[in-house]
């Protein structure tokens, strides 16, 4: 075997075993985990309902929904607008009803999400209850994190679970509770 064929044989198998070791080092790379495609649409859902005026919330009435800082019982500074225009949209149709329902994610114990949820909710009425909203026309509701948005337990997802969803109704409150 000449010089040139030892060389080159020595230069293949050096590129076979690169090549080798680059998919090993491939393999251990972390992929980041997909996003859920249910954030996507909620955020997407929740951006285009939030700039809607309260005239525009009072024909569609859909609200979007409101997401909370982890173990936070207090009203995001976002929340405001959102929640003005809601009581707008009461004060300016007397037969409308609202449900707050408030949502956890899976951190903590069941009876504390309960607990959590419940407060959130009872939090977004007292608010609009202080923008001139008889309290009887709103009902809250706890979910805790039996509800749950997305499954994905990122901090993304957690934080996409931790809500006040609300839902207009002009049903008389016997025919719902």
């Given at each position: 075997m000449n010089f040139k064929s030892?060389?080159?044989?020595?230069g293949a198998s050096l590129?076979?075993?690169a090549c080798a070791s680059a998919d090993k080092q491939?393999?251990?790379?972390?992929r980041p985990a997909k996003r859920d495609p249910a954030i996507a649409a909620q955020t997407q859902r929740n951006e285009?309902?939030?700039r809607q005026t309260a005239a525009q919330m009072g024909k569609s009435l859909?609200?979007?929904s409101i997401t909370y800082k982890f173990d936070s019982i207090r009203p995001p500074e976002e929340s405001y607008p959102i929640l003005d225009k809601i009581a707008t949209v009461m004060t300016d149709n007397p037969s409308l009803h609202l449900i707050?329902?408030?949502?956890t994610d899976i951190?903590?114990?069941k009876e504390y999400n309960y607990w959590l949820g419940g407060a959130r909710a009872a939090a977004m009425k007292s608010y609009i209850v202080s923008r001139g909203v008889n309290a009887e026309r709103i009902r809250t509701q706890s979910h805790g994190a039996d509800r749950p948005v997305t499954l994905d337990t990122s901090s993304e997802g957690r934080q996409a679970?931790?809500?006040?969803?609300?839902?207009f109704t002009r049903r008389k409150w016997q025919s719902i509770y």
């Open positions: 030892l060389l080159l044989c020595a590129l076979v075993c491939n393999e251990k790379i972390e285009k309902l939030a859909k609200v979007p707050c329902e408030g949502h951190v903590g114990d679970n931790r809500r006040v969803e609300f839902t």
